[in-house]
């Protein structure tokens, strides 16, 4: 999972060097805190944060496997 969303951002951002991302794991929930460069933030989130929900939403598909629950964070 954290492969897939590192090559979804690395596609999104300029600065591939200030992506970081960050896995917590509770109760069988996943959540991935992402961070990137205030440059390329508005490429990640997106108008009315379109981009940033379809990530989550292809995350969410690809977790279906696992049987876990993930969710995305978009850190300033």
């Known amino acids: 999972m954290k492969e897939l969303l590192q090559f ?4 999104l951002v300029q600065n591939k060097e200030a ?3 960050r896995e ?3 109760d069988g929930n996943t959540t991935f805190f992402l961070s990137v460069d205030e440059n390329d933030m ?3 989130i997106g108008r009315k944060g379109r981009i940033a929900n379809s ?3 292809i ?3 690809s977790q279906h496997e696992d049987g876990k629950n993930v969710y995305v964070e978009i850190e300033d």
Request: aromatic share 0%.
């Open 8 to 11: 979804i951002v690395e596609n």
């Open 19 to 21: 992506i970081q991302i």
């Open 24 to 26: 917590e794991e509770v």
């Open 42 to 44: 508005g490429r990640v």
């Open 55 to 57: 990530i989550r939403t």
């Open 59 to 61: 995350l969410r598909a």
